[in-house]
């Protein structure tokens, strides 16, 4: 951390402390912050002070503000706040613990191409959200992306991004990106779109699958002149692992002649949602085999001058001469006929092209309403936003005079790409929204406590499972908590017999851990005169209770005063479960504990009683050992052992 930073430890617009600098850009730097009033974390991205005064830089600034204040998207980074005062340009954003794709790409050299795929699809539904919105990103490089633990992608950097419908270019726009990742045409400075984005996308694909860029250089105008002028290799002869299908894509974003390549991010993403189905599929796009354009019409010009002068003094001259003539004469009668025929010199007349996106192509071209115009249709396609047979786009636009029986191209919806719902029950929360995403859904995620699912997975999804939905769906997944700790309202179990006692507490939810007697109590044997824990109090559910009973006194049974006898009880060792163990004398009970017998290994009991008893130990309600003990003599004999082989399994 640099101490000297003026930033660091002071706090902006009375609520961001700024903790640390964490990112040094070209025109602003990056700093860790403390919300206080929504304590959270957050990055607050700062313009240099010694551009203050560069009003170019500021505008860039805004624009960065303004651009992603109205972006709202999973794999765009948000956008809290903006301060514009007291000498500080400032944006308020998320703050994301993670590595840019850059990083994670010279890590990891060459990706595989499923995890290409992945990172890829999530910037192109970004960029969708954002053409949608009207804004061009036009500095896409895996700088500008970052990379969380869970594979999600986070957009960020908007600096040079601008409104496609406000200004069209300005000199200090060109080729403003990183010239790695530019177009041609920001090489160039001409015109950006968002087809300018696209391009970005395909050199960034070209790289994951290859671990190579398609051009590099020592001095980056040298890497400029390349975009636009030379061809790269095909990635397949850098990584013949490549598919075939997802050649032709990256190769596809990445043309030169930008009406070859993929004219908006919902096309791309189409391509590879077919290759996502059948990674053997094979497009047919061939376009960097091709010559370009340039280079053509130069060999071609440089052809047509050769054969002119190689020509001068050509004996066939005077020939074709009078075959030209004959054929000015006949054009010249064509072109007289046609006048006088067709009159095309005429006035057509013009009317104003109305807005037919929404509208049902059927109902259009029957419609006498519209007659003055031809319709094309240029293609025929799902579309998320429009149903089956609804025009969602039309060439020319609405509100463009054109004359009529002009020609309309425009674009049928085939409906709604239909997604169902995949099983992720059980599946760990992180995979499952992924899976999702992956298949264009919108993920968000509640919890609840389970007893059935571990904590961290899925128990359901809203819709369910086999749901058929549209892409773009909201989907909930619902997110295990683990079991709830449930607190029971302990009842009050004394002055009643100890069977009865069992039996409450069980149907509460609790067991009974062991059983202490009293032999100085003078309330019936048998009895509960004692509980542990106390009545009304909370409890945890299955917490174990430990009650006393009484075991003499004036009651009907009992074993009133006398002497005492010990007995040592060898357990069933290797028997490592939970065990009910009960004792009586005279067939009352006198203990009844839970032990565990491979750790316990025995047990003793205390009776007190006079003349002949008869002692008897129960194991999970199974007679394992009867003893009679003379109290007066204080001795005892075997009478049942069956502790040889005993299972106590229930």
Known sequence: MDKNDKYIGKRLDGRYEVLE???VGGMANVYKAHDIAADRMVAVKILREEYLSNEELLRRFKNESKAIAVLSHPNIVKVYDVIFADRIYAIVMEHIDGITLKEYIE??????????????????RALQHAHDKGIVHRDIKPQNIMLLEDGTIKMMDFGIARFARSETRTITDRAIGSVHYISPEQACGEVTDEKTDLYSVGVMLFEMLTGEL????????????????????RPRQINPDIPEGL??????????????????????LHDIDEF???PSIQFEYRYMQQEPQYKRAISTARKQKTEDTGNKKSPAIPIMGGITLAFVIIAILFVVGMVWLANPFAKVEEVVLPDFVGLKYESIVNDELYKDFKFEVEIEEPNDTYDKGLIFDQNPKQGKTVKVGSKVKIKVSSGKTVITIPPVAGVEATLAAGQLSDLGLEVSQKTEYSSDVAAGEVIRTDPVE??????????????????EEKLIDMPNVTDIQLETARKLLQQKGLKVNSVKTDPDSDKPSGTVIAQEPQAGSQIKAGSAVTLTISGSGSGESGSGE?????????????YEHETNLTATLNDQIVYDETVIPSEDQSWQGIFKGNGIGDVKVYLNGKLYMQWSVNFDENTAETVVDNSSGFDPTP
Do not use: C
């Not at 086999?466 to 079991?483: C, K, M, P, Q, R």
């Open 21 to 23: 600098l964490i990112g």
């Open 107 to 124: 890590q990891q050299h060459v990706l595989k191409w499923k995890e290409a795929v992945h990172f890829t699809v999530q910037i192109l």
């Open 214 to 233: 398609p051009f590099d250089a020592d001095r980056p105008v040298t890497v400029a002149i390349q975009q636009i002028q030379a061809q790269p290799k």
């Open 247 to 268: 050649e032709e894509i990256t190769v596809r974003a990445m043309q030169k002649d930008r009406t070859r390549r993929y004219q908006s991010a919902a096309e791309m």
């Open 276 to 278: 996502k189905k059948n």
């Open 466 to 483: 086999g749901t058929e939905v549209g892409a773009g769906t909201s989907v909930i997944l619902y997110v295990s908590l683990g079991a």
């Open 562 to 574: 006398g002497s005492e006898a010990r007995l040592f009880v060898p357990l069933p060792m290797r």
